[in-house]
């Protein structure tokens, strides 16, 4: 099979797939044994700067697991990282800052980020990636950072629970913050710009913490940056898959913003979440990734269930966040298995959404939709 007819890429532009694809977010990772063993002690970014053993951790889900789609083993923070805005990545932790961005002297520190000279390793990666994963029909999906989660970061020095620098940055200098996530959208595209240019057959964009906002602050504080990222792919004829955690009141606003794919977490029904998405974009989650530690009876039950609400057509399964390190990978090979058994839904979805297991579920589109321009197809 070629990577154009895979069964990943068809779900995502919506069209009948002879199966439901499936990948997980953090695929590649602790839960491994053979990570834990290729992985060796140093910090994450150096695992990233070096294209053979990344490509080899991209590829060692793909073959245990029997996923459709691989992820470029790389990290949100890595162009800011590369720029010499001063992160690391602790073990067991995330993405830390020694001097984090408080203040407009800061914007000097977002120097231009140029793909080619500053992350030539990451290109080699989706290089070694696009030709091996090529040859098996299997896409690559590259990512990047949501400029909101990026700023999180960058803002609050680390992971953080309640975001204090960061919102307060937001409503006490809008004009910095608005340049911040500026800075932030470029960065972001231009590093998926070169993902694609390099290999990459879909792009990620993980804008995983934007779930603490409100809606109008999403919408004020967010969006423009995000629009500015999707809209500058949309030349690339890639799909785009947008991502975020605890985003249920955001949906709709997500979904406008330009993306084929909206990734939804396991707080919403995916049913639900398609009418508010609206009929124009395909959906991607939501298994709670703790439902992987309970026992199989459960994971089945509830696989089953996203299965039904999902309803077949424009549906890529998988969970509604990161896989644990905690979760056996057995678990995660029944679940492919699991998913790959299952029916696909049968013609095009139509504008009440496609059908689920308890009926047509919508009363017509979200409050936006992503794509209008095609809603009509
Ligand atoms: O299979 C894959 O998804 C691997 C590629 C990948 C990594 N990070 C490697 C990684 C991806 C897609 C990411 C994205 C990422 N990084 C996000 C968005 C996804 C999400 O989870 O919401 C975020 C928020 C980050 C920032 C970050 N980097 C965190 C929170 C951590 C975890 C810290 C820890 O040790 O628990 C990291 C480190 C990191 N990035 C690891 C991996 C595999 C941890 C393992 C290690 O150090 O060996």
């Known amino acids: ?14 069209l009948p797939t002879d199966r439901v694809p499936v990948w997980f977010m953090r695929q590649a990772g602790r839960s491994l044994p053979e990570y834990r063993a290729a992985r060796g002690q140093g910090s994450i ?10 490509a080899e951790l991209t590829l060692q889900p793909v073959r245990r697991l029997g996923v459709d789609a691989a992820i470029l083993f790389s990290d949100i923070v890595v162009p800011a990282a590369a720029i010499g805005f001063g992160v690391d990545v602790e073990q067991g932790r995330g993405p830390v800052i020694a001097d984090p961005f408080r203040g407009a002297e800061d914007l000097r520190r977002l120097r231009r980020f140029d793909p080619e000279a ?31 989660t990026v700023a999180s970061y960058l803002v609050e020095g680390g992971p953080s629970r309640n975001y204090i620098h960061t919102k307060t940055l937001m409503r006490a200098d809008p004009g910095l913050w608005a340049r911040l996530l500026d800075a932030l959208a470029d960065m972001a595209l231009a590093s998926l710009r070169s993902q694609v240019g390099a290999g990459a057959s879909a792009v990620q964009l993980f804008d995983s913490w934007v779930g603490t906002l409100s809606a109008g602050d999403y919408e004020r504080f967010v969006l423009p940056a995000t629009r500015k990222v999707l809209e500058g792919l949309a030349d690339l004829d890639v799909p785009r898959i947008h991502f975020g955690v605890g985003t249920g009141e955001l949906l709709g606003l997500m979904a406008s913003a330009g993306a084929e794919v909206v990734g939804v977490d396991w707080r919403v029904p995916l049913d639900e979440a398609r009418r508010r998405i609206g009929p124009s974009c395909a959906v ?17 039950a509830e696989a089953r269930e996203a299965l039904a609400r999902g309803g077949g057509l424009g549906h890529i399964f998988n969970l509604g966040h990161g896989v644990l390190p905690e979760t056996d990978p057995a678990t995660l090979e029944r679940l492919v298995e699991l998913v ?27 409050p936006d939709g992503c794509s209008p321009e095609e809603a009509e197809q």
């Open 1 to 14: 099979m070629v990577v154009a007819d895979s069964p990943f890429l068809g779900a995502c532009r919506r």
């Open 340 to 366: 790959h058994g299952a029916p696909t839904a049968e013609g095009p979805p139509t504008a009440e959404g496609p059908p689920t297991a308890e009926g047509p579920p919508a009363d017509g589109p979200g």
């Open 45 to 54: 970014l150096d695992v990233i700067r070096s294209p053979e053993l990344a």
């Open 284 to 300: 991607q989650g939501n298994l709670d990734p703790v439902t992987c530690l309970a026992p199989w009876e459960v994971v089945e």
């Open 118 to 148: 500053d992350t030539p390793y990451v290109l080699e990666t989706v290089r070694i990636l696009a030709e091996e994963l090529g040859s098996q029909g299997i896409p690559l999906i590259g990512f990047a950072g949501g400029p909101f």
